[in-house]
Structures are given as structure tokens and as C-alpha cells.
């Protein structure tokens, strides 16, 4: 909910993905990955994706479901297997189709599973007709645990059924087998400096509070340096600690630095003091 709340820009980015979840005519069959570096925002596209798709481009009387996880926050969506097993429980309880227990008796089984699952949906609950339709968006691969071929993505249909959309975000690792003819979303633009300004305004208006211009001008000149939405973010955090007398000093970090982790360490210093 912290992520839509203060959600700017990715005008293209999100127009693609509502292409491709209400299954617009030339739109490619195949699961989508959005893909970048960490602090690309892309678990902030994706939750406002989901905001987006229940909220106004699919209402729930249309039939239509969506399934969303983060992955690598609990227990159950670090492991494959207990991933799989928890999204197996939550579409038999959304359709009614059971699961065949017999191939939940272990993490290789219900890899090989999970995908014919998807396609009895559709010849079942989700079938031509029925007016149903399943959204699945899994937010972080590669927080995933390696084990039992995760990265493989062979627990993945290479195809989306009938009346499935499937949608993940993931850092460009090699470790992760995207399949070579899926459909990429690459997220690799910096922010633009408006978009910037308007998250931080509207960040700022939600708690009450207001920068002078010359804080404000500061920010920015600093979000310039590293154009990232997690930079940003912490930038935000540490400005809502400031007052109208403050006079910002963040550090900037010597050329290679990397930003965010200057940034970060700044704030620790900050509250040790």
C-alpha cells in the first residue's frame, strides 16, 4: 500500500503491462518479466500495477482474480516449494479445482506440477466462456532461494494459458534462466527530475509538511547525482526529519561511490548520534 501511495511516472511501463494483463489484440502469449537493477522500482510498478488492474482496468465484477506475492518477505515465499504450495492453495480455494496432494509430497514433484495445474484451470473453472480470468504477479525472483531449480523457472508454462496472464520482476541475474523467447519489460531509464519532484511533493503533502525551496533544490541536486527511485526514497525519509531551519548537508561520496549506500550510512551515523 507504502508503494502506491506515493507512486509517480512509468506512464509507458504501466500502459505495457495493462496491454498485456486485459490481453489486448497483438499482445504476445508468453509470461512477462519486468527486469532491472535494484533500485529501479520495479516492486513499485508492480504493486501499483496491481492497485491499477483491481482498482480500474479489471473491477472484480469482471471475473477477473488477481494473485500477488512478494517474494523473499516471509517463509512461505523464500522456498519454492512452499511458494508453490501456498499458490496452489490459494487458486483451489479461488476455483474449487483441487489439488492433487500426491504431487505436493515434495519441491521437484510440485514444480512439475504447478504448471499443469495452471492449464486444468483453464480447461475447467477458466475455460473459453466461463468470463474468468487469473492475473499471477510474483514481485523479486531472484529473492527466491536457489534451491530445487528455482532459478530454472521450469515451474513456469513457457505459454500462458487460456485466461492467464503471468507476470514477474527480477533483477538481470545470470543465475536465472529467463527463457530466451519471453516478453521482456526492461526498466533501465533514470527517473526524470519532475517525477522525482512530484513523489517527493506528494510524499511531503500526505504527512503535513512542506521543504523551502532551497532544501527542495538541494534534494533534487542530489537525486541528479543517482536517478533512482530507491535513492529517492531514502532521500524523502531523511527530509521528512528535517525543519524550515534545517540546512541539509547529505553526503555526496567520493566518484564510484555507490549513492544509495552513502546515503544509507549517513542515516545510521544519524541515529547513533
Known amino acids: 500500500v507504502n508503494k502506491v501511495k506515493t507512486f509517480c511516472g512509468q506512464e509507458e511501463q504501466l500502459a505495457r503491462l495493462r496491454r498485456y494483463l486485459l490481453d ?72 474449487g479445482l483441487p489439488v492433487d496432494e500426491e504431487a505436493t509430497e515434495s519441491s521437484i514433484l510440485l ?65 536465472i534462466r529467463f527463457p530466451p523467447d519471453c516478453e521482456l519489460l526492461e526498466l533501465v531509464a533514470a527517473m526524470p527530475r519532475d517525477t522525482a519532484l512530484a513523489a517527493l511533493r506528494k510524499k511531503l503533502q500526505r504527512r503535513n509538511r512542506r521543504l523551502q525551496d532551497s532544501q527542495e533544490r538541494h534534494l533534487l541536486d542530489l537525486f541528479g547525482m543517482c536517478p533512482k527511485p530507491i535513492y529517492l526514497k531514502v532521500l524523502m525519509r531523511e527530509a521528512l526529519t528535517w525543519t524550515s531551519f534545517t540546512e541539509p548537508r547529505l553526503p555526496v561520496g567520493q566518484p564510484g561511490d555507490d549513492c544509495v549506500q552513502v546515503l544509507v550510512k549517513h542515516v545510521f551515523e544519524g541515529l547513533e548520534n
Open 24 to 95: 489486448e489484440p497483438g499482445v504476445a502469449k508468453r509470461p512477462l518479466f519486468v527486469r532491472g537493477l535494484s533500485g529501479m522500482g520495479k516492486t513499485s510498478l508492480l504493486a501499483q500495477c496491481v492497485a491499477m488492474t483491481t482498482e480500474q482496468w479489471c473491477p472484480p465484477s469482471e471475473g477477473v482474480s488477481v494473485v500477488f506475492r512478494y517474494l523473499g518477505t516471509s517463509a512461505m515465499s523464500y522456498h519454492i516449494g512452499d511458494l508453490l504450495l501456498s499458490l496452489l492453495d490459494q487458486l483451489q480455494l479461488l476455483y
Open 111 to 175: 514444480c512439475r506440477y504447478f504448471p499443469q495445474y495452471l492449464n486444468s484451470l483453464c480447461q475447467g473453472p477458466l475455460a473459453p466462456g466461463s468470463g474468468r480470468r487469473l492475473l499471477l504477479l510474483l514481485d523479486s525472483l531472484d529473492q527466491l532461494s536457489p534451491r530445487d531449480g528455482a532459478y530454472s523457472l521450469a515451474w513456469l508454462p513457457r505459454i500462458c494459458p487460456p485466461g492467464i496472464r503471468l507476470v514477474f520482476s527480477s533483477v538481470p541475474a545470470a543465475e
